[in-house]
């Protein structure tokens, strides 16, 4: 009975790795026995080669008639710039290159002397050159060493190291695009990270090697339960939130209706206010979006607007600086919930504020600044945190339950921008906002 073949799926990742590196392998070693098989052919071209072998050819047989006295002299004048000789013993000649056989065949083809002569050749290293080079046997057992400069042995190496580095280029490229595919599901993973909690569940493709389909199937049941528990969570909140509004609107009635003295009717009317909008900021913190699900054409230019006009109507020093037009995609409700907060914070802290909108590319700049006290500048990333709150830094008559900054942060990251807090040179606190001027 056939056994089965293995299917790709079927290999783990260390699996998939190896089976790459042992294609890669297996190219690199077909192309390299591949091009020396067309180095070994290598030949120059007729009338190059009869002229590099007629030279020697002549220089063997006037060295030969010449007494052994004077033949290392004549060897010298004999060669030129382009084609050097020299005498040497038989014990110094060099081994000889096999990817030059066939240029040897197509020399002693036009110079039969030089098969007696036993020619060889052999290829320089780059560092010495590049060039060819060879020796013959004379009669009396010398050898008569050559190299030739000629502009064809620099031809030769620019050939030979296209040919080298060519391949392993080409290499380096099908592997990477083979690591690149085999990573991808494992790229996708990471990049879902980055989403949990900050959008609705969505489920990562389970593909690739075994290792990482298992790894992304633990991943998608991980995030539906970190999403089911933060709905769990915003649903009982926000109906706490809702069932405690019933109690204080009929405390409110009550205190409307009973005899109690007007100045701690007031007092009591405050309270219920301030407990109210604790509800209302509670509400804002688990729900940023107030129930929006889709973002909408908004003019940010606008809604910055109102909210300075608003204010200055209400006879608090508020001022704006921009165009008066910047379209964008997004949450209206959250975004100018956020941008409410940060002015009034300002108006509260510092009794004034201004507020300005620029474009920095594709991204759209609001900037809310004020000159109160400032914070600490080690206390910067506590204020955004929920529930905290820096008295030391701002009056002790703080509304709220320190939810501000933290709904803020929340509702910019919904809609995939940023937010930071820095202190300015002059004095105050800068607030600044970058949102994505998003087409739709």
Do not use: K
């Amino acid at each position: 009975m056939r056994r089965p073949v293995p299917h790709w799926r079927s290999f783990g990742l260390i699996g998939r790795l190896v089976a790459i590196l042992a294609l890669v392998a297996a190219i690199d070693f077909a192309a390299n026995s591949l091009l020396f098989q067309r180095a070994s052919n290598f030949a120059l071209r007729t009338d190059e080669a009869r002229h590099m072998a007629a030279q020697l050819e002549v220089s063997r047989r006037l060295i030969e008639r010449s007494p052994p006295a004077e033949r290392a002299g004549v060897a010298r004048e004999l060669g030129t710039d382009l084609f050097e000789l020299s005498l040497s013993r038989p014990a110094n000649r060099a081994t000889p290159s096999v990817e030059l056989a066939a240029l040897r065949q197509q020399m002693i083809a036009l110079e039969p002397g030089l098969a007696d002569a036993a020619l060889q050749l052999r290829l320089l290293s780059l560092r010495d050159g590049g060039d060819i080079a060879g020796s013959i046997v004379l009669d009396d057992g010398s050898v008569l060493g050559f190299i030739s400069h000629d502009r064809v042995s620099w031809t030769l190496n620019a050939q030979r190291i296209a040919a080298l580095v060519a391949p392993t280029l080409i290499l380096i490229l099908f592997g990477w695009i083979l690591l690149r595919a085999t990573l991808e599901p494992l790229n996708r993973l990471v990049r879902a990270t980055a989403r949990v909690g900050s959008t609705s569940a969505e489920p990562v493709e389970e593909s690739g090697p075994p290792e990482l389909r298992q790894l992304i199937h633990g991943f998608n049941v991980m995030q539906e339960r970190i999403h089911a528990l933060l709905a769990s969570r915003t649903q009982t909140l926000l109906a706490i939130g809702h069932d405690l509004r019933t109690p204080l609107a009929r405390l409110r009635l009550r205190l409307d209706d009973s005899r109690i003295d007007t100045g701690l009717r007031g007092e009591m009317g405050a309270d219920l206010d301030e407990m109210e909008d604790l509800l209302r900021s509670l509400q804002a913190f688990v729900d940023p979006a107030g129930g929006e699900t889709a973002p909408q054409r908004v003019d940010l230019a606008a809604m910055a607007m109102t909210i300075v006009d608003t204010m200055s109507d209400a006879g608090q020093r508020a001022t704006y600086e921009g165009p008066d037009h910047l379209e964008t995609m997004l949450r209206p409700v959250s975004i100018r919930r956020a941008l409410q907060n940060l002015a009034e914070n300002a108006v509260h802290y510092a009794g004034s504020v201004n507020v300005r909108l620029g474009q920095d590319g594709a991204e759209a700049v609001l900037t809310v600044e004020d000159h109160g006290p400032g914070i600490p500048e080690d206390r910067l990333d506590d204020v955004m945190q929920p529930f905290v709150r820096l008295d030391e830094a701002r009056s002790r008559d703080t509304p709220g339950m320190g939810l501000g900054l933290a709904i803020v942060r929340r509702a910019i990251r919904n809609e995939g921008g940023s937010f930071t807090l820095a202190n300015r040179s002059e004095g105050g606190l800068r607030a600044t906002i970058c949102l994505p001027i998003a087409t739709g």
